[in-house]
């Protein structure tokens, strides 16, 4: 059973900076591209992020670009997400996700669709005050 825990949620001011992990169990977790989406009140859960399994191709929401950064550690079987320029608009509940099917099957194909993912963490709450 795929487990996703994320932590690193919090209140910061517009500006700041946060930083999500995500451990991952369950899972061959250097086989499957990763993501983080995104959902505020009232609004449909959007993407933010993914990384591909080894790390070397990344994709980000025009949203967020040159401002977060999505890394993974396959070692220690975590994603991250680096959050730099926080503004008001990024307050959302933050959900890691593991893709569907390992890279044996998607071959070089990295999803970032939300119906590609298939596992999904809890979430974690991100306020921003202005």
């Known amino acids: 059973q795929v487990q996703l825990v994320e932590s690193g949620g919090g209140l910061v001011q517009a500006g700041g900076s946060l930083r999500l992990s995500c451990a991952a169990s369950?899972?061959?977790?250097?086989?499957?591209?990763m993501g983080w989406f995104r959902q505020a009140p009232g609004k449909e859960r959007e993407f933010v992020a993914a990384?591909?399994?080894?790390?070397?191709?990344?994709y980000y929401a025009d949203s967020v670009k040159g401002r977060f950064t999505i890394s993974r550690d396959n070692g220690q079987n975590t994603v991250y997400l680096q959050m730099n320029s926080l503004k008001p608009e990024d307050t959302a509940v933050y959900y890691c996700?593991?893709?569907?099917?390992?890279?044996?099957?998607?071959?070089?194909?990295?999803?970032?669709?939300?119906?590609?993912?298939?596992?999904w963490g809890q979430g974690t709450q991100v306020t921003v005050s202005s």
């Open positions: 369950g899972l061959t977790f250097s086989s499957y591209t």
């Open positions: 990384i591909n399994w080894t790390g070397d191709r990344t």
């Open positions: 996700a593991a893709d569907r099917h390992p890279q044996s099957v998607r071959r070089i194909v990295v999803v970032t669709a939300l119906d590609g993912f298939g596992s």
